[in-house]
């Protein structure tokens, strides 16, 4: 008689766990983006308001941190970065980007600093009167989202929130139906038990 392994095994229990921790992570980072876009576009009209970049920060931290290596068991898989739609995939790409260069970095290629010299044209007054440095300045650039796209990050949150939502619910089933469970609140542990 001989004996033969399958070809794959199936992951072990811990290895499964760890997956829907970083699963309840994300969809609780994900929720708070959706919150603090929710709050942005109460608050915020225009690029010149003052909670612009303070809220801007917080929707791109709390989307991009589940794509990012969080200790100890890192991002989410690649599947949870991909979207069917185009205009979302793009969108996700953006957020996701501006953490890297822009929020939780300053990218040189993004964050250039610039040395204004007395007398240059910094901007324009109403009336397109030219406004012009008085001394010797500083500058240093950085972009923003125009408010239409922040309009959009609520159908992103939404889309992949289900989706999360969706595998949450699988893998809850798949570790825990049909077992007796204690009548309180449990820790996840990450090993091969309960």
């Not at 919150?35 to 303070?54: E, G, H, I």
Request: proline content about 7%; overall charge positive.
């Amino acid at each position: 008689m001989t004996f033969t392994l399958a070809k794959k095994q199936p992951p072990r229990r811990s290895h499964r766990k760890k997956d829907l921790y970083k699963l309840l992570v994300a969809r609780s980072d994900i929720d708070a983006a959706h919150a603090a876009c929710d709050l942005f576009l109460k608050s915020v009209t225009d690029l010149s308001n003052d909670l612009y970049y303070p809220l801007f920060t917080s929707i791109v931290v709390c989307y991009a941190r589940p794509f990012t290596n969080n200790e100890p068991y890192g991002a989410l898989p690649q599947k949870w970065s991909k979207f069917d739609d185009e205009k979302l995939q793009q969108l996700h790409d953006a957020i996701v980007k501006a953490r890297h260069e822009l929020v939780a970095h300053s990218d040189m290629s993004v964050r250039k600093a610039k040395i204004v010299p007395p007398h240059v044209v910094t901007g324009y007054l109403p009336g397109g009167r030219e406004l012009k440095s008085l001394r010797i300045g500083t500058e240093t650039n950085y972009y923003l989202f125009k408010i239409p796209m922040i309009r959009d990050i609520p159908g992103l949150t939404r889309n992949l929130g289900r989706r999360i939502n969706e595998e949450i619910e699988r893998m809850l089933e798949e570790l825990y139906g049909g077992m007796e469970l204690p009548c309180a609140k449990f820790p996840l542990r990450i090993d091969d038990g309960l």
